[in-house]
């Protein structure tokens, strides 16, 4: 489903990651690889808001490094204001998925609404962030119904202090997007993290 749902849940998830790295629960590391990297629809199979397709190269990516990106989706619903994200973040531990609390709004947090989060991001009348802009695909709500494509786009992924609890492991994140009681759509990846 890379629909702008999902594009959304990333740059927030990004975002949330920037900002706590200023916290005091953070460790720092060299470097960072993330390796296998796999997603899938975990909606309802006539979901409004789906990922079509997205792929995420090299494998391993290296954190900091050069990451190359190309996502497309659709959502046939409007995704506006309060635009609700549930995060479900599992480590495997011992054959087990473990679900990652919610610490400081990183973890398994419900975000009631992202568009004002991506407000306090991006302020608004401001070009959206590369390679955003480039496309002129949007940053914020009201997200029309449409279908939404990032081309193939390289990204650099600055080095960023990482929570204390994100250590080695294979990880699955579900992220479900939706508004007043409504699922609009459900992206979950799969990854395996390794720090040095
Ligand atoms: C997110 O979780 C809240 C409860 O914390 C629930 O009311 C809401 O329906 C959920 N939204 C989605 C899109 O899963």
């Known amino acids: 489903m890379r629909s702008r749902a999902s594009l959304f849940v990333s740059l927030c998830a990004i975002a949330v990651c920037v900002r706590l790295g200023a916290s005091d ?6 470097y960072v690889t993330v390796m296998g990297f796999s997603w ?3 909606g309802a199979p006539d979901a409004p808001a789906m990922m079509k397709s997205l792929e995420v190269s090299p494998d391993p990516i290296t954190i900091p490094g050069d990451l190359s990106a190309s996502a497309s989706g659709y959502t046939k619903v409007e995704l506006s204001s309060p635009l609700q994200v549930n995060l479900t973040v599992e480590k495997e531990v011992a054959g087990f998925w473990v679900k990652v609390p919610c610490v400081d709004d990183l973890g398994s947090c419900d975000y009631d609404d992202v568009c004002a989060l991506l407000d306090q991001l991006i302020p608004p009348g401001q070009d959206c962030p590369e390679p955003l802009h480039t496309y ?3 940053c914020h709500c009201p997200f029309k119904a449409g279908q939404y494509t990032l081309p193939k786009s390289d990204f650099y992924l600055p080095n ?3 929570p204390f609890w994100l250590t080695n492991g294979n ?3 579900e992220a479900k997007i939706g508004s007043q009681g409504k699922e609009f759509g459900c992206l979950k990846v ?3 993290l390794h720090s040095a």
């Open 160 to 162: 960023v202090d990482l």
């Open 136 to 138: 002129a695909l949007p």
């Open 190 to 192: 799969e990854f395996a």
């Open 25 to 30: 629960l953070t460790v720092t590391r060299t």
């Open 40 to 42: 899938a629809n975990c």
């Open 171 to 173: 990880y699955q994140v």
